[in-house]
Each structure stands twice: as structure tokens, then as C-alpha cells.
């Protein structure tokens, strides 16, 4: 039997999304978003308050990062998404993280985070506040690769949010082979 719940964005998985920026003074800045995803083959969109100092960050340079976090590093991940950028000038010293100046965008990677999108800003709208960014390059920490040098879940963990208990997960096991499997029905 099934329940009718409320209007809900209920879309699962969530990635739980650290987006990187530099501020006026060449800081970095990170923030956890879990409003994102792919919107074109190279093309992210993710949804952002203007208020935001990491907003504010890309506004200004127009470029930004996009890691995904992972089950090393649930705590460090929450805690840039409660404590604000606006209030708290080193977010990413108080949690540990560190940086490295991407080599394709004037913005900062995450050296504990394996795999990172360098973007470009390609628009803002204020009013949905939805940013949409080029992926201009990706890197990824070889440890998470497989031997063919494609990303290996098995090997990255990466973590979900569950916007109704509040909660992370990380993802399960491979359960099956796309455009594969759907041809044994032909």
C-alpha cells in the first residue's frame, strides 16, 4: 500500500557537495551544498543562497570547485555547511582541511577530498538561485581509481544526504550493469 507524503524534492541520492572559492584577499572558503547535480554532459547546477560568502566568493571570480565528500571526512564536510563563511574567516583551518590552487580555475582543491570538479561560472540567477558551472576539469586522487584510471566506488565512498532525517550515507554496493541488464527483457 502506498502513502502520500508532502510536496517534497524527495530525489535520492543527494551528493553531499563542498564547493570551493577564494575571497577578495585570495582566502580559501568552502561551503556543503546538497542541492546539486548535473544538468549537461559538462555542466553542474546547484541551488545557492546569494548570502552565501562562498556565493559571494564566485560571484566575484567566476570560477569555483566542486568536491564531493566522503565517509573520511563526514564531520569536517557538516561542519563547513553549520558554521558560516561570513562569521568565521578560517573554516578550512578549524576542520583540518588543506588546499591546493587548481591548475584550470582561480580556486582552491581540497586535498582530503578525492575527487574534484574545477568549474567556471557560467551563470546566477538570484531570484532561483541556481548557479549552473562548466566543468572546465576534473581530478580525482589515484586511490580512487580502478586499474583502467576510472573512478572505482569501490574504493571512493562518497556521501548522501537524507534532507528528511537529516542524515549521510554513504552509497551500497554495485547491483547491477547499465544498458546492459535492461537487454535480457528483449
Known sequence: MRKNLTKKAYVYPLPVLIIGSYDEDGKPNAMNAAWGTVCDENK????????????????????????????????????????????TKNKLEKCG?????SEYVNAPIITELPLTLECKMES???????????????????SILNSKGKIDLTKFKPICYDCDTHGYYTLGERVGNAFSDGLKIK
Open 124 to 142: 546566477y540567477d538570484p531570484s532561483s538561485e541556481i548557479m549552473i558551472g562548466e566543468i572546465i576539469n576534473v581530478s580525482a586522487e589515484e
Open 44 to 87: 553542474v547546477s546547484i541551488c545557492l543562497s546569494a548570502s552565501h560568502k562562498t556565493v559571494k566568493n564566485i560571484l566575484t571570480t567566476k570560477e569555483f570547485t566542486l568536491s564531493m565528500a566522503d565517509i573520511n571526512n563526514v564531520t569536517q564536510a557538516d561542519y563547513v555547511g553549520v558554521v558560516s563563511g561570513n562569521k
Open 97 to 101: 582541511w588543506h588546499t591546493v590552487k
